[in-house]
């Protein structure tokens, strides 16, 4: 079983998670990070250092956000989506974000 990141971190993009990863699993979108399920090693580590409580294992992943499986699977292996090893900076704005729901239509999944 994988973690999961879900609607909480776009826009937001706090990588605290990255720092503590023991594998390397994280991946980089403009605007989103996803976890890379053939990676992640079902260590939990992560999921304390999200800001923004975004980050589930995969059958506790609320029914709403069903969905981030999936995407994080997809956005994973997306050409553009580049393993992030190190924490950067969040957004100047993410935490304005991350008081705002429904925003998957403000996912970027192309270029980073």
Avoid at 38 to 54: F, G, K, N, S, W
Avoid at 80 to 107: C, G, S, T, Y
Wanted: glycine share 2%; net charge negative; hydrophobic share 40%.
């Amino acid at each position: 079983m994988a973690y999961v990141i879900t609607e909480s971190c776009i826009n937001c993009k706090h990588s605290d998670c990255v720092d503590v990863c023991p594998v390397d699993c994280f991946r980089e979108g403009p605007n989103f990070l996803v976890i890379d399920p053939e990676e992640c090693i079902d260590c939990t580590l992560c999921v304390a250092e999200c800001p923004v409580d975004a980050i589930f294992p995969e059958d506790e992943v609320p029914a709403d956000q069903e969905h981030f499986i999936a995407l994080n699977e997809e956005l994973s292996k997306h050409p553009n989506w580049k393993p992030i090893i190190a924490k950067k900076p969040a957004p100047a704005d993410a935490e304005e974000w991350a008081k705002v729901k429904d925003k998957f239509h403000l996912l970027d999944r192309n270029g980073a």
